[in-house]
Nanobody, 124 residues
Framework: QVQLAESGGGLVQAGGSLRLSCAAS????????MGWFRQAPGKERDFVAT????????NYADSVKGRFTISRDNAKNTVYLQMNSLKPEDTAVYYC?????????????????WGQGTQVTVSS
């Protein structure tokens, strides 16, 4: 089992940047595929990015490609989401998630463990 805690959210103007962090408990972080999802008010929780266990494979939603970068530091039990060129439509609660037994996935059901989320608000 792993516990996840996101941080780094906040209020930023359009065009700005934020870096989200997700710290994981436990000694088995490196065995989990990690993902970032986001949920805007009244909408579904959508896939944003995923990274495999050793960090050499990543995948992104089309809406964030070229602007967001997912990375991980297994020595620090942490996954990051660097968000650049932010837009008002990026406003959402951002969640990190951990999944085992998968190489990578864009599907929520593939991830068994979730953090509490961090709010990102982008003003126009």
């Amino acid at each position: 089992q792993v516990q996840l805690a996101e941080s780094g959210g906040g209020l930023v103007q359009a065009g700005g940047s934020l870096r989200l962090s997700c710290a994981a408990s436990g000694r088995t972080f490196s065995t989990y595929t990690m993902g970032w999802f986001r949920q805007a008010p009244g909408k579904e929780r959508d896939f944003v990015a995923t990274i495999n266990r050793n960090g050499d494979y990543t995948n992104y939603a089309d809406s964030v490609k070229g602007r967001f970068t997912i990375s991980r530091d297994n020595a620090k039990n942490t996954v990051y989401l660097q968000m650049n060129s932010l837009k008002p439509e990026d406003t959402a609660v951002y969640y990190c998630a951990a999944g085992s037994g998968i190489i990578w996935s864009t599907q929520r059901r593939a991830y068994a463990y979730w953090g509490q989320g961090t709010q990102v608000t982008v003003s126009s």
